[in-house]
């Protein structure tokens, strides 16, 4: 008994393991931290890439033509109209994805109507730990974007 009790009073080492204790919470937190980033980062490329898919439809000629349509869709999926860039985000290349490009409406100027082209976007969200959430109930997302631009034309 007395070889142990030097040791009672000595603290060397006793940062390591607090630090070995809270080291779990942290790389917890700051991959919570991470998620949550990449997440707002998703969304905000995907609303991007609506804003640009609805005012390229807004400039097109109306009735908007199949061929105007899968142009709008490609500005939102890739940033081209060709398509032939990368994804924006890598959750349009999951199943789930979609992208809607309709007229909704009119919008009434002077005596003028003009119609109202909406692009809708549902993308999965794609975290870089996929498991991290699932045990909290937050396993899988859809980021939902929709934005509605008066046709202006030419």
């Known amino acids: 008994m007395n070889k142990i009790r030097p040791f009672g009073n000595d603290e060397r080492g006793a940062i390591v393991v607090e630090f070995a204790i ?3 919470f942290l790389i917890l937190l700051v991959s919570g ?8 980062w998703q969304a905000i490329a995907v609303q991007k890439g609506v804003r640009a898919g609805a005012l390229f439809a807004a400039r097109a000629d109306t009735p908007l033509s199949v ?3 899968q142009r709008a869709v490609n500005l939102v999926r890739t940033g081209s109209v060709d398509g032939s860039g990368d994804l924006l985000v890598s959750g349009f290349g999951k199943s789930g994805a979609s992208i809607d490009v309709a007229t909704v409406g009119t919008f009434t100027v002077g005596t003028q109507d003009l119609p109202i082209i909406r ?3 549902q993308v ?8 991290l959430f699932q045990f909290t109930g937050f396993g899988s997302h859809i980021i939902t974007v929709s934005h509605e631009q008066a046709y202006v034309g030419d």
């Not at 931290?33 to 997440?39: D, K, L, S």
């Not at 969200?125 to 996929?130: A, N, R, Y």
Request: charged share 15%; hydrophobic share 45%; net charge negative.
């Open 124 to 131: 999965p969200f794609d975290p870089l730990f996929p498991n």
């Open 33 to 40: 931290m991470t998620e949550v980033g990449r997440a707002y």
């Open 22 to 24: 809270m080291l779990p």
């Open 119 to 121: 692009v809708t976007a």
């Open 67 to 69: 061929i105007d349509q």
